[in-house]
């Protein structure tokens, strides 16, 4: 009984887990003439995106993703 509860619970989170990764937001970052809409983005895109920023001319910009 408590091995199939572990495989439950271990299939849940995989589920769970698998199911973020193909979560889109939209994301901007605020350039110097203000917000430049990236667009929606999704799984590794998106989180390399949070994660790194976007260089844009030898400039680091923080970017900001939120659901829609």
Do not use: Q, R, W
């Not at 990764?21 to 667009?39: Q, R, T």
């Amino acid at each position: 009984m408590k091995k199939a509860g572990l495989i439950a619970v271990a299939a849940l989170a995989f589920i769970t887990m698998s199911c973020k990764k193909d979560e889109c937001h939209e994301c901007h970052y605020d350039g110097p003439n203000g917000e430049v809409e990236l667009g929606e983005k999704c799984g590794d895109e998106l989180e390399n995106l949070e994660a790194s920023g976007i260089n844009v001319d030898g400039t680091n910009y923080e970017v900001h993703c939120h659901e829609h």
